[in-house]
């Protein structure tokens, strides 16, 4: 049953995307190995034409995909229609990312089939012209030296270095510089270099500009030739194929002519770089729009705080934006969770200082040197969004589980401030009834900045008679023996002696079996959404758990999986 209500509409489109593909492929395969018009390529090269043209057509569909799902103002726009106000569809599109990277793989596999294919039909197209090639591939590789005959071998002579077709032709060319480009961003994708080298990653994807205009330009190159319509009506292939030696000197076999086909993928491609442009040219003109920094932090933990004003700047709790730092780059766009909540007059994102460019931004702020900057003197940033992410959910469901690993925690901090807002506003109803909160954490520092806006949301809650409506736990995974020995002198006090927090920190990991049963049990006819924001590894274990603690009966508790991914 969990597995109906939360992977189903994924699982289908998968099949969908995969049935598409397969079915191009069968479609383009049959028609090349039967057509009449490449009969006397089919001669040359077998069934390698047909491999190879399959898959050109499969690469064309996935080219036109692989740009929807990375366009966040379409995602965001969607989340927002009333025909994705479902929690099934919402949470297919938070899984943007991970339709992006089917896409990707389904483009190198056929990329390395048509790689593969063509590389046979170059040996094959050289080999037409020896004797080992049979009389009727020398014949058809002949045609063409003679004015007014079209020709149907590109490589012309046998003395011709393959090599060299394929650095000089406008198919070689352009194919060499696709597979270069596709070489590079899949191979800086890998978790290790977005994690370690984000930079490295962010430069080699921008390849994709040049990946889309050597595909459109490819085709140019007519490689593959088939024999044209006029030629088929007066040239009997049937007859003629095995006739060869009439050929001209029968009516019904004169000179067959050939011709590459026009170039398509440009029909592929097109709808999708169009709104790719457009979707480029709203962030250039919110790169243009001011950013007024009105408050730096530097907290202890290493995290740097910012609050920021922009005309028109709308948000909603546990969405997420794109900062630029011009004088570190005019062309990186990192991704940071929003901490501030709607109801403030201004929005805020914490940074933890990881990679390159936020080290650099760090210097930039004197944050390093500790220095006082006037507010002038502050480097200029540029903001792009805000956009939807799965965390914005967390208000439509009656029960919502929060948890956070590290810097995680961040769109949690948004949805607990809006929560604290609207219940200090008067006449606010919530459909939220209760929320679980969970964070780990290693570092007992990194409880500094959070642990206020806990302090508060506390303390409201008592005051409002609705103490029982978060529950929040907090995990230290790690500590030092003098911290233990502390801990241990105040483990008496009312107040926990890390957070202020009345409710004490637990120290090691939480056993999540435990805590998904005892949920289970407090909420047996409930739809619980889970939101996770942290590392794949957690990840994986806790969308297990949904899966196992969720009732076989659809009127049981049912666990939705949400996880945090931009």
């Given amino acids: 049953m969990y597995w109906i209500l939360n992977e189903s509409l994924s699982v289908i489109l998968f099949l969908l995307?995969?049935?598409?593909?397969?079915?191009?492929?069968?479609?383009?395969?049959?028609?090349?190995?039967?057509?009449?018009?490449?009969?006397?390529t089919r001669v040359m090269l077998g069934s390698t034409l047909a491999w190879a043209r399959a898959s050109a057509t499969c690469l064309n569909f996935n080219f036109l995909l692989i740009l929807l799902p990375v366009s966040r103002n379409l995602i965001s726009f969607l989340r927002g229609t009333s025909f994705c106000y479902r929690g099934v569809l919402r949470r297919q599109l938070d899984k943007n990312i991970t339709f992006h990277k089917t896409v990707a793989y389904g483009i190198a596999v056929n990329a390395t089939i048509h790689i593969i294919a063509h590389l046979i039909n170059i040996e094959r197209y050289h080999l037409s012209h020896s004797k080992q090639g049979g009389e009727l591939n020398n014949k058809l590789s002949g045609i063409g030296k003679r004015p007014n005959e079209s020709y149907l071998n590109p490589i012309r002579t046998h003395d011709t270095n393959t090599i060299s077709e394929i650095l000089t032709t406008t198919a070689g060319m352009t194919g060499l510089l696709i597979t270069v480009s596709l070489i590079l961003i899949m191979t800086s994708s890998t978790d290790i270099i977005t994690r370690s080298f984000y930079e490295v990653f962010w430069y080699t994807h921008h390849l994709f500009i040049v990946l889309f205009i050597g595909l459109v330009l490819h085709g140019m190159g007519r490689f593959i030739r088939g024999q044209t319509p006029q030629s088929l009506l007066l040239h009997n292939v049937t007859y003629c194929k095995d006739h060869y030696s009439e050929w001209e000197t029968t009516a019904q076999c004169p000179m067959p002519q050939f011709s590459g086909n026009d170039p398509a993928a440009w029909k592929w491609v097109l709808s999708p770089v169009i709104l790719y442009i457009c979707e480029r040219m709203i962030r250039l003109w919110r790169f243009q729009q001011e950013v007024v920094i009105t408050k730096v932090v530097s907290h202890s933990s290493g995290v740097l705080e910012l609050h920021m004003k922009k005309r028109g700047f709308k948000m909603a709790a546990g969405q997420y934006i794109f900062l630029q730092c011009p004088s570190i780059s005019q062309l990186e766009w990192h991704p940071f969770t929003l901490t501030s909540a709607p109801e403030e007059d201004f929005f805020s994102v914490h940074i933890r200082s990881v990679g390159d460019w936020t080290e650099a931004l760090f210097s930039a702020f004197g944050v390093k040197e500790k220095v006082f900057q006037e507010p002038w003197k502050l480097p200029r940033l540029a903001v792009d969004g805000p956009f939807g992410a799965a965390a914005t959910d967390v208000f439509q469901y009656h029960i919502s589980i929060c948890i956070a690993a590290g810097i995680g925690v961040t769109p949690f901090a948004s949805i607990l401030k809006s929560i604290w807002y609207k219940c200090c506003t008067l006449n606010t109803e919530l459909s939220l009834g209760k929320v679980y909160f969970y964070w780990i954490c290693r570092d007992p520092s990194a409880f500094e900045w959070f642990a206020?806006?806990?302090?508060?949301?506390?303390?409201?809650?008592?005051?409002?008679?609705?103490?029982?409506?978060?529950?929040?736990?907090?995990?230290?995974?790690?500590?030092?023996?003098?911290?233990?020995?502390?801990?241990?002198?105040?483990?008496?006090?009312?107040?926990?002696?890390?957070?202020?927090?009345?409710?004490?920190?637990?120290?090691?990991?939480?056993?999540w079996d435990t805590e998904f049963k005892q949920i289970a049990e407090n909420h047996p006819g409930d739809s619980i959404g889970v939101f996770f924001c942290g590392?794949?590894?957690?990840?994986?274990?806790?969308?297990?758990?949904?899966?196992?603690?969720?009732?076989?009966?659809?009127?049981g508790v049912q666990f939705y999986y949400n996880k945090e991914s931009f």
Avoid at 29 to 39: G, K, M, R, S, V
Avoid at 465 to 494: C, M, P, R, V
Avoid at 537 to 552: A, E, G, P, V
């Fill in 452 to 511: 206020d806006l806990l302090c508060l949301l506390e303390a409201q809650m008592v005051e409002k008679g609705k103490a029982h409506f978060l529950s929040y736990h907090i995990f230290l995974t790690g500590w030092d023996e003098s911290q233990a020995t502390h801990i241990a002198l105040h483990n008496d006090e009312k107040v926990d002696v890390i957070t202020g927090l009345r409710q004490k920190t637990f120290y090691g990991r939480p056993n």
């Fill in 535 to 555: 590392p794949k590894t957690l990840s994986k274990i806790l969308q297990k758990r949904c899966k196992w603690y969720s009732s076989s009966d659809p009127r």
């Fill in 17 to 40: 995307w995969l049935g598409m593909n397969l079915y191009l492929f069968v479609d383009t395969f049959n028609w090349y190995e039967d057509d009449d018009a490449y009969l006397y």
